[in-house]
């Protein structure tokens, strides 16, 4: 019976420790080697979320985010602007069997917000990047966007998924601005916990209109009637620098 009440706790101390194996926000900001964001990881602010879905055949995990001002070591520059307030998400992408990842998966990372066109708001029009590694079969994925508070009082999805940019073939979106992943797609939508207190909606309606994608969103039956579907956003790098162009289908 001693033995077997050994070996128990063994196995139990075993599974606890694969529990707790994975870097948190923090560990992994400062592995990007940005110790006012581990900072800030660690502060009330952060919010932690800790939440897992299969994808394919890995699971990635939503570990937590944080919002803030000079939180980076170097502010981000989308279309000459620089953009120094931010919203920062740790998210980690493992096997589900639980081999060991040799190279990154290839999903596509995105926010996406209710109400707005998924051509219109995405990773892409909000300046997104973002760090990674693989650490122990594991890869770890530190993403940066422009602050998303500003959409604190609509839902505000974090999208996982097998394809490309943000378009209808991919999302269908309501007349109430909901949007869901259309059948067949591989992937998921995580909700991000924003406060709603901290949104701001004129500040949001700014970088809309800065955009210059039609923000509406568009519905199926629109669709059908012929309605243009979508603008197409194209990432082009020169010099270092990052611009993006973006396309009327017209």
């Known amino acids: 019976m001693a033995v077997l009440i050994a070996a128990s706790v063994a196995a139990l101390a075993v599974s606890v420790s694969a529990a707790v194996l994975f870097l948190s926000p923090?560990?992994?900001?400062?592995?990007?080697q940005e110790p006012a964001l581990a900072a800030a990881f660690q502060s009330e602010s952060a919010i932690a979320i800790n939440e897992s879905a299969e994808v394919g055949e890995?699971?990635?995990?939503?570990?937590?985010?944080?919002?803030?001002?000079?939180?980076?070591?170097?502010?981000?520059?989308?279309?000459?602007?620089?953009?120094?307030?931010?919203?920062?998400?740790?998210?980690?992408?493992?096997?589900?069997?639980?081999?060991?990842?040799?190279?990154?998966?290839?999903?596509?990372?995105?926010?996406?917000?209710?109400?707005?066109?998924?051509?219109?708001?995405?990773?892409?029009?909000?300046?997104?990047?973002?760090?990674?590694?693989?650490?122990?079969?594991?890869?770890?994925?530190?993403f940066d966007t422009r602050n998303l508070e500003m959409f604190a009082d609509h839902r505000v999805y974090f999208a996982v998924y097998e394809g490309s940019t943000p378009s209808v073939d991919l999302f269908s979106m309501t007349k109430d601005g909901a949007i869901s992943m259309r059948d067949g797609v591989v992937g998921v939508m995580f909700t991000m916990p924003l406060d709603e207190s901290k949104a701001d909606p004129a500040a949001a309606e700014s970088f809309v209109q800065s955009v210059g994608i039609p923000a509406e969103p568009i519905t199926d039956e629109e669709l059908a009637e012929g309605r243009s579907p979508d603008f197409s956003v194209t990432e082009v790098e020169e010099g270092g620098s990052k611009t993006f162009i973006i396309q009327d289908p017209q």
């Open 26 to 32: 923090a560990d992994v900001a400062e592995e990007a």
């Open 58 to 142: 890995y699971t990635v995990t939503m570990d937590g985010m944080v919002s803030g001002a000079d939180l980076s070591r170097e502010a981000a520059e989308y279309n000459g602007e620089i953009i120094s307030d931010r919203t920062y998400a740790v998210y980690h992408v493992a096997r589900t069997d639980g081999e060991p990842l040799q190279d990154y998966p290839d999903l596509t990372y995105t926010p996406l917000v209710e109400g707005y066109h998924v051509s219109a708001v995405n990773a892409w029009t909000l300046g997104g990047g973002q760090m990674s590694f693989l650490r122990d079969g594991v890869a770890y994925h530190l």
